[in-house]
């Protein structure tokens, strides 16, 4: 884990309310896994905000962070733009187990649970079929970025406004009764994340989920982010933040 100050070398927008951020970090990056995330400092606020690794790039040294604009941390860090230096910490948490010989797998993300799930893409590639979730065609993002990596990419949204009208489960359905999948990984609202679980496990395929809890310090300290998990003797309570945020589904308690 490194904390620093990190030079942002590119800043844009995916939607009206959705921004992206690369930043360049080489030491991070080199030590960055699919999955994890970053705790950043945003101006005026004593907790850091929590945000996945969209895309590491090793050899570039950095990191790209994708987010929505949602209080006044995100509010504060949608505005910041190339040549400005962020207060990062990271990179934090267990990232998604991916396997050399597992290549042929489904992601399946659902409005901003889709940003950590390219990393995925980026590694499978062609291997990688992925479904992606939006409430319309206004709250859309990284669906070129996926289309230049993966597979097959099959877009919902909620009112048809784009890609195919539905949830994700409906496509997530279809694909894992045609084909044999060695993994699906999955990042999104919780209902979604319990439906897919349920659909891979009674396909008895491999199924590792991102959790998103409200978090404080980010490295296992201060008990706010408390997940429940099935383990060999019953059950315990995990930190989302250290233990997680990637589970495997069938670990998780609902
Ligand atoms: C592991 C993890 C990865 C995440 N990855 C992304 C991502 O890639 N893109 C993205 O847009 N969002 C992501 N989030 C959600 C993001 O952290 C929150 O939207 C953000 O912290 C809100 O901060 P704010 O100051 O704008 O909002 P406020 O509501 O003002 O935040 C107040 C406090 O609540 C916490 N908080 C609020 N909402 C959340 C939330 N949903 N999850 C965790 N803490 C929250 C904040 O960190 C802060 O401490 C992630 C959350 C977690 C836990
Ligand atoms: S956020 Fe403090 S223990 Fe997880």
Redesign the pocket.
């Known amino acids: 884990m490194i904390q620093g100050i990190f030079p942002v070398v590119k800043a844009g927008t995916q939607n009206d309310n959705?921004f992206e951020i690369t930043f360049k970090a080489p030491d991070m990056a080199k030590e960055a896994k699919v999955g994890q995330?970053v705790h950043i400092l945003?101006d005026g606020?004593t907790?850091?905000?929590?945000?996945?690794i969209?895309r590491i790039d090793k050899a570039e040294g950095t990191l790209r962070?994708?987010?929505?604009?949602?209080?006044?941390?995100?509010?504060?860090?949608s505005k910041c733009k190339e040549g400005d230096e962020l207060d990062i910490l990271g990179p934090l948490?267990n990232g998604f187990p991916l396997c050399d010989t597992n290549k042929n797998v489904l992601v399946v993300g659902g409005g901003?649970g889709v940003?950590?799930l390219l990393g995925i893409a980026d590694f499978a590639a062609d291997g990688c079929d992925a479904v992606l979730g939006f409430r319309d065609r206004d709250h859309l993002c990284l669906i070129d970025d996926f289309k230049s990596v993966a597979g097959n990419v099959f877009v919902m949204t909620d009112d048809g406004s784009f890609g195919e009208k539905g949830f994700v489960t409906e496509r997530v359905r279809a694909l894992v009764s045609e084909k044999a999948y060695d993994a699906v990984y999955a990042c999104g609202p919780s209902p979604m994340l319990k439906a897919v679980s349920a659909l891979a496990a009674e396909k008895g395929i491999d199924c590792y989920i991102?959790?998103?809890?409200?978090?404080?310090c980010g490295i296992g300290a201060c008990l706010v982010?408390a997940c429940k998990i099935k383990t060999a003797d019953g059950e315990k309570y995990l930190h989302?933040?250290k233990d997680?945020?990637v589970f495997k589904a069938s670990e998780v308690i609902w």
Not at 210 to 216: A, F, I, T, Y
């Open positions: 959705c995330f945003c606020k907790l850091r905000r929590p945000i996945s969209c962070i994708v987010f929505e604009k949602r209080g006044e941390g995100t509010a504060w860090l948490g901003i940003p950590p991102s959790l998103e809890e409200r978090m404080g982010c989302v933040c997680g945020p």
